[in-house]
Each structure stands twice: as C-alpha cells, then as structure tokens.
C-alpha cells in the first residue's frame, strides 16, 4: 500500500520559515519525480516545486523561486519543501505527489500517488 505523508505544517509570521516532509512508503521511492502542490481555500491546486528521481533537477513555480527549495533523500524515502520568508499569500495546504518515472509535471493530473495534505498558515 502506497503512502505518502506530510508533516512540518503550522502557524508562523510573515517572513519566518517552514520545513515541509513527504515520508514515502509501500513504493520504490528512487524511481518516482515526486512534486509539492498546494491549495488555498476557494482557489484551484497550484504546483509549487519538482524534483526529479535523481535530484539532479529541480523546478519551481516562479512566485517562490529563491525563497523555496526542494530537495530529497532516497536512503530515508523523504522529500522536503524549505519554505523562507513566507508571506501571507502562501497560506494553503500543501501536498505531495508522486509520479513513477517522470517529473516536472504542473498538471495535478499526471501524478499517481498523493498525500493527505498539511496546513501552512503565515499571518502578516
């Protein structure tokens, strides 16, 4: 049974951090691109940032470039979302979602597998 988990979420100012965790399990996490979405309430699910199985790319949605960063660790089968200087228009709940053999899709439709989701909340 395929599982992703997401933890890291809560309530912080305008301009502090968060670091967001996806735990994988039931599935061969080193050969999924696995990407972070998000949604705020009364708005559609945006893409927020990618990663490819082998690390070596990366892609991001261009309001959070320079202040996200993806990144992953396929020996702990955790993907991790950075968030810095966050403002309150980030406030959403962020998921995560996995997809065999690809990556770097913006279409929440092209992933196979996601997880629960968790809230990230940034008062001014």
């Known amino acids: 049974q395929v599982q992703l988990v997401e933890s890291g979420g809560g309530l912080v100012q305008a301009g502090g951090s968060l670091r967001l965790s996806c735990a994988a399990s039931?599935?061969?996490?080193?050969?999924?691109?696995v990407a972070w979405f998000r949604q705020a309430p009364g708005k559609e699910r945006e893409f927020v940032a990618a990663?490819?199985?082998?690390?070596?790319?990366?892609a991001y949605l261009d309001s959070v470039k320079g202040r996200f960063t993806i990144s992953r660790d396929n020996a702990e089968n955790t993907v991790y979302l950075q968030m810095s200087n966050l403002k309150p228009e980030d406030t959403a709940i962020y998921y995560c979602?996995?997809?065999?053999?690809?990556?770097?899709?913006?279409?929440?439709?092209?992933?196979?597998?996601w997880g629960q989701g968790t809230q990230v909340t940034v008062s001014s």
């Open positions: 979602a996995a997809d065999r053999s690809r990556w770097g899709f913006r279409d929440s439709r092209e992933y196979d597998y």
């Open positions: 039931g599935l061969t996490f080193r050969i999924y691109g």
């Open positions: 990663i490819s199985w082998s690390v070596a790319n990366t």
